[in-house]
């Protein structure tokens, strides 16, 4: 080993690191001490993993099976993989007991007309047959699956073997995955589709018991968007369950006469098991029947829904259900249903019917500001936000609610009128206006929380104030030294002489003045402050009266002309020396003290009056 490193450090220029790397990897890698040995290990292995192969394919049974009934069929990968598991199961455990009888498995073959059937075919076609009927959910026996041919193969004692394997094995089966379910119409649940519930929500909570499952299972598909809604599908069906276990007492009760035809299974049959097959076979309309009446009781509690006619459907149950029934059915229907649906099943039930969002502005009156904080991140993204806020905003009579309301609007661009405007204004605080118009503008603002933000803007702006310890330390220090200067002022008594004579010069200067001056002064001075404010006032209302004339001559010709053009309305705002927009706004302003809303509005180029307010626009101008 040495002389062959020796022999690469020579042929090759290495450097002293890579001398050391080559002499490390010689020492860690067996390969170099022993290449040959290493060569044959490897070709051993190679030759075992080969007879291993080998062996196993002559162990699996399907090599046996002919290619037509292997690959005719559309299986996934899931199936197929199953159903080759089984089957290889099935085969070893007919080939074990087939050995019992000094037979081969490989030899068993049935004579039919002109070609030999093979049990492996008859096997795999069980296998498959099984496989596909659980997959399915079907309710056939296993025995019900063997052919004839499988049948005259193999002796009882065996089928009976294989009946257990098949239920020792359906136990273990796995769910099926996502291709699978598509295949063979399955719910995510691994329950079977059915119109009522094609999600399998349902079922999958256990909502109902064995003997309802089969009263739905005999339900027939029908055109109604009530599966969308899990919620009210149940109550649905949970109504038509009621109706069923009502009809079905009344078929035990032998006192009750029925209006069937002489040939009619029921006289017959009155005490049947509830599933029994022939009910349904008689009665085809009686299930459809029913639901149509359960689901017109919960349509009448939603508003905004389509109601149902129930008069055909009582009429096709009136020609075999009895009088007593009938009149129990009717007693049924006519019962108040409590309804109770939470926002985001109302959202769906939109899919339904477009209305329905009246009974999600009822549901946010109902409920409590606490409650409705919850919905809010829903609400805020609903389609009909505008229709929802204006009737929470006209029907609640909380001022928390409709603010809210007002916010959410507002922040959805959608229009607002000016009284609610004048309501929000009246609600939020003059001094946080600005924190109002952020939280408009705020992009991640979390809706959750907004009552508690809008509670805040209602209070006001506390503004913080910091306090100069070293200012307040001088002024209380400035404060001393003036009060000890006045102690000292006011206990000189030279100074308290002095201030005696200043006190009495001042007398004798004011009384220096004339009686008649000092009478004059004041009059003079009240005449012309009376002057002047005649003078004012009169001048003030001449240019308020001039102005209204203006404003009322202008206001006349718009209603007689029915309305002006916008050019025009420029000129004339240009020769009172206003803008137009501000000339407008004063005119509506005006308006606004009167009908109590914008009645002046620019549109398509002209400046006209609101449809609405053409009538008492008249009456206001012309008496």
């Not at 919620?231 to 079905?248: E, F, I, N, S, T």
């Not at 109770?340 to 009246?358: C, G």
């Not at 992009?443 to 070293?470: F, G, V, Y």
Request: glycine share 2%; with cysteine; aromatic share 10%.
């Amino acid at each position: 080993m040495f002389e062959f490193i020796n022999k690469i450090f020579k042929n090759k220029k290495l450097s002293e690191e890579e001398k050391i790397s080559i002499i490390e990897l010689v020492n860690n890698e067996e390969s170099f001490i022993k290449p040959r040995d290493l060569i044959a290990e490897q070709e051993h292995l190679k030759k075992v993993k080969e007879i291993s192969e080998q062996k196993a394919a002559e162990r699996a049974w399907i090599s046996y099976v002919s290619p037509p009934v292997r690959l005719n069929d559309n299986f996934t990968r899931q199936t197929e993989e199953v159903i080759g598991a089984l089957f290889e199961r099935l085969c070893a455990t007919v080939d074990v007991e087939l050995k019992k009888k000094h037979k081969n498995i490989k030899h068993v073959k049935y004579e039919r007309y002109y070609y030999h059937v093979s049990v492996f075919d008859e096997v795999y076609r069980l296998s498959k047959e099984v496989v596909y009927s659980f997959y399915r959910q079907d309710t056939i026996p296993v025995a019900d699956f063997f052919s004839y041919d499988l049948k005259a193969m193999l002796s009882r004692d065996i089928q009976k073997i294989i009946t257990h394997e098949f239920d020792a094995y359906q136990e273990n089966l796995p769910f099926p995955d996502e291709e699978t379910r598509k295949q063979f119409g399955l719910t995510p649940f691994g329950s079977k589709i059915v119109w009522w519930d094609p999600s399998g929500m349902l079922r999958d909570k256990q909502f109902f018991d064995g003997i309802e499952m089969a009263y739905f299972d005999q339900l027939r598909k029908r055109a109604t968007r009530f599966t969308e809604v899990p919620a009210v599908m149940a109550h649905c069906l949970g109504k038509y369950a009621d109706l069923m276990q009502l009809v079905l007492h009344d078929l035990e009760d032998e006192s009750i006469k029925w209006k069937i035809k002489p040939n009619n299974y029921f006289r017959k049959y009155f005490h049947l098991p509830l599933n029994d097959e022939r009910i349904w076979a008689e009665t085809f309309r009686l299930p459809a029947d029913l639901y149509l009446l359960a689901e017109n009781m919960i349509r009448k509690e939603v508003e905004g829904l389509r109601v149902l006619p129930a008069e055909e459907s009582l009429q096709s149950l009136q020609k075999y259900l009895p009088d007593e029934t009938i009149r129990k059915i009717k007693a049924y229907l006519s019962q108040k249903v409590e309804l109770e649906l939470d926002y985001q099943t109302i959202a769906a039930l939109r899919t339904v019917n477009k209305t329905v969002w009246h009974e999600a502005a009822n549901l946010i009156i109902k409920q409590s500001i606490e409650q409705i904080s919850g919905q809010l991140k829903d609400i805020a993204k609903d389609p009909d936000l505008k229709k929802i806020a204006m009737k929470v905003i006209k029907q609640s009579e909380e001022v928390d609610k409709r603010i809210i309301f007002v916010f959410l609007m507002e922040r959805a661009a959608l229009p607002v009128s000016k009284a609610l405007q004048k309501e929000r204004d009246g609600f939020i605080h003059p001094t946080r206006q600005t924190d109002y118009q952020q939280l408009l503008l705020d992009a991640n603002l979390t809706i959750e929380s907004l009552p508690e933000l809008l509670m805040e803007c209602t209070q006001p702006l506390r503004r913080e104030i910091k306090l100069d310890t070293a200012l307040i330390t001088a002024s209380h220090s400035a404060l001393d030294t003036i009060i000890d200067m006045v102690d000292t002022y006011l206990s000189d008594e030279e100074t308290g002489e002095g201030l005696d004579a200043a006190v009495n010069l001042n007398f004798f200067a004011e009384m220096e003045l004339s009686p008649a001056e000092e009478q004059s002064e004041p009059e003079s001075a009240a005449a012309t402050s009376v002057a002047i404010s005649a003078v004012t006032i009169k001048e003030t209302e001449n240019t308020d009266t001039e102005q209204e004339s203006e404003h009322m001559l202008f206001l006349k010709q718009l209603v007689v002309g029915n309305g002006i053009s916008l050019d025009d309305f420029k000129v004339h705002a240009k020769n009172k020396g206003k803008l137009h927009q501000a000339y407008l706004t004063e005119l509506n302003e005006v308006l606004y003290e009167i009908f109590d809303d914008q009645v002046l509005v620019i549109s398509q180029q002209q400046v006209i009056i609101e449809e609405d307010f053409m009538e008492e626009m008249r009456e206001w101008i012309y008496g």
